[in-house]
């Protein structure tokens, strides 16, 4: 019968979406540092290190300077960047059972992940501390908020619209 609502296509009910603890993300966190830094210096070591005749510490020490850390950011951008434009989620997260998503519970596009990659790649300290004071009704990092993205607990798909997601904290 035309213009009958069943009642199965009532009002939608709010999707719910479990905000990840700080203390998930963090060990997420360590997990991501420690498979990317061994990766990182892995390599590094079997390309650089051949000319300084296992002199690396002393190279390291004594001229790299800062290019050693903005090296290592730059991977651990590009690795969060890839990883949670992609799948929403870095190994780290995948461990953990914890995911990126946009404010609607979808995986974030290549803008929103860039932005708020580079905030735990170049920033961290200042991000982390800056998201407890300002933003903990979501428990975002600023700039997660900037780039509109939470992190959850891993559930089904996202809802379609902002107004019919509700946000709780586990």
């Not at 019968?1 to 009642?7: E, L, P, V």
């Not at 939608?12 to 719910?16: A, L, T, W, Y």
């Not at 914890?98 to 946009?102: H, L, R």
């Given at each position: 019968?035309?213009?009958?609502?069943?009642?199965s296509q009532g009002p939608?009910?709010?999707?719910?979406l479990v905000l990840a603890k700080w203390s998930d993300r963090f060990f997420a966190w360590v997990i991501d540092f420690i498979i990317v830094n061994i990766a990182v210096w892995s390599i590094f070591g079997a390309a650089v290190?051949?000319?300084f005749d296992g002199d690396l510490d002393g190279w390291v020490r004594n001229g790299a300077g800062p290019a050693p850390f903005i090296a290592t950011s730059l991977v651990f951008f590009a690795y969060w960047t890839l990883m949670e434009s992609t799948r929403g989620q870095s190994i780290g997260k995948m461990a953990l059972k914890?995911?990126?998503?946009?404010l609607e519970g979808r995986t974030?596009?290549?803008?929103?992940?860039?932005?708020?990659?580079?905030?735990?790649?170049f920033l961290l300290v200042i991000d982390v501390a800056a998201g407890w004071i300002f933003t903990n009704d979501k428990r975002q990092r600023i700039f997660?908020?900037?780039?509109?993205?939470?992190?959850?607990?891993?559930?089904?798909?996202?809802?379609?619209?902002?107004?019919?997601?509700?946000y709780t904290k586990s």
């Open positions: 019968m035309i213009g009958r609502m069943s009642s939608r009910q709010p999707k719910e290190a051949a000319p914890i995911k990126t998503t946009d974030p596009d290549i803008k929103s992940a860039v932005i708020q990659s580079f905030g735990k790649s997660s908020r900037a780039s509109h993205t939470i992190v959850v607990k891993e559930q089904g798909d996202g809802a379609s619209n902002p107004e019919n997601v509700r």
